[in-house]
């Protein structure tokens, strides 16, 4: 799956919720509509959003199990 891919995953998943959403960046907090904004507009942004979704894919899928 690549950048772009990624990116229409997140934009969609991110429509589908409601206007309340927030997402933390460092000590600031973005509501839904100026993540997408900035998701389309702002390469480092986006690049970042996508590093941590792969980060957080590999975590998941390496995890041991407990027990």
Do not use: C, P
Request: hydrophobic share 35%.
């Amino acid at each position: 799956m690549g950048e772009k891919d990624v990116v229409e995953a997140i934009r969609k998943h991110i429509n589908g919720q409601n206007n309340d959403w927030k997402f933390m960046y460092g000590r600031e907090t973005i509501g839904k509509t100026d993540f997408l904004s900035r998701l389309n507009n702002d390469s480092k942004f986006r690049k970042h959003v996508v590093n941590l979704v792969y980060s957080l894919s590999i975590d998941i899928l390496t995890r041991k199990s407990h027990g």
